[in-house]
């Protein structure tokens, strides 16, 4: 008698630290609503490990994967096609194995981008926006956000010459500029504070530009918990009209990376309701 195996397809996401990600969750329950047949893995890969990491993947069957902090940048050497998006950003969070090539994505910036606009409602245009930190996540949204037409978008970062290097890669799209989080002109208000940094997942809270928050500023954390953020607190704490963590984007992101890997779009509604998180 000759049986059948059945074969899985296989994804993950390759970070460091990545104990803290969601997206297996967010996967399993995108092929439950979708009755797609996957099993997603959490694979914790250091720098030094992760092009041997990723090929490794690739070679044993892998269909694809996510990148996640701190390799959204390096991952880019082992792409043998980049989408516009990561071109542009210069960054990749998705990785899709085709034959023997791989394919990159970025989906970070419309995954924040549908959840900034569709689901909270926000309106960008003329707005002024902070972004702080300038690693591999602001590389992703920045682009999608100067599409938006704000005012002006300002990128703030413990190193400057890292905010200085995507002004010069997005200048040319609109209004941004850099600074370090401490000379923020007080001046400025700013309806929408994004925090970048992978700060909070240390638990630490840098010296933020408390000035740049009124009681009209909608405070983002990328980062997400089940208990608020660090940067979550400290945005309530200054009195910012809004303050809410990334769980929207986190779920609209991975739905762009199934959409990418499976060529089916899950309801994003439902899984954020699944997982008690309010859109
Ligand atoms: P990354 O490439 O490693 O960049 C880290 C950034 O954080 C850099 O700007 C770094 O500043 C800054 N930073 C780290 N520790 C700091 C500290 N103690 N004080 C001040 N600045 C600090 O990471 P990433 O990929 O951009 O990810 C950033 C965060 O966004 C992570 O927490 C990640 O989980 C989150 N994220 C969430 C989503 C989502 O869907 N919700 C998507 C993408 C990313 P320097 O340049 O000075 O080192």
Redesign the pocket.
């Known amino acids: 008698m000759v049986t059948g195996t059945v074969t899985v397809d296989r994804y993950g996401v390759m970070g460091y630290p990545v104990s803290h990600s969601r997206s297996p969750v967010i996967h399993r329950l995108f092929a439950l609503q979708t009755g797609q047949s996957l099993q997603y893995e959490l694979l914790r890969v250091t720098a030094e490990k992760l092009e041997e990491a990723v090929r490794q993947f690739q070679r044993t069957g892998g269909k694809g994967l996510n990148v996640?902090?701190?390799h959204?940048?390096a991952v880019c050497r082992l792409v043998d096609q980049l989408s516009e998006r990561a071109s542009t950003a210069g960054a990749v969070?998705t990785l899709a194995f085709q034959d023997s090539e791989i394919f990159g994505d970025n989906t970070?910036g419309i995954?924040l981008l549908r959840d900034l606009v569709v689901n909270l409602g926000l309106n960008l245009d003329s707005a002024n926006i902070l972004i702080l930190?300038?690693?591999?996540?602001?590389r992703g949204i920045v682009g999608p956000l100067l599409e938006m037409r704000p005012r002006t978008l300002r990128i703030a970062?413990?190193?400057l010459k890292?905010a200085e290097d995507l002004v010069e890669r997005f200048e040319r799209m609109g209004p941004v500029t850099a600074c370090r989080f401490n000379v923020i002109p007080v001046s400025e208000s700013y309806h929408l504070i994004i925090n970048?940094?992978?700060?909070?997942?240390?638990g630490?809270t840098?010296p933020y530009p408390a000035a740049a928050v009124s009681e009209k500023t909608f405070c983002y954390d990328?980062?997400?918990g089940i208990k608020p953020t660090p940067f979550s607190i400290w945005a309530r704490d200054h009195g910012a009209a809004h303050s809410v963590m990334?769980w929207g984007?986190?779920v609209e992101?991975a739905a762009e990376s199934f959409h990418i890997w499976r060529g089916v779009r899950p309801d994003t509604k439902a899984v954020l309701k699944q997982m008690s998180i309010s859109a």
């Open positions: 996640t902090v701190p959204k940048r969070n970070d995954g930190g300038a690693g591999g996540a602001t970062n413990r190193t890292r970048a940094t992978s700060a909070g997942l240390e630490e840098p990328l980062s997400y990334g984007m986190l992101q």
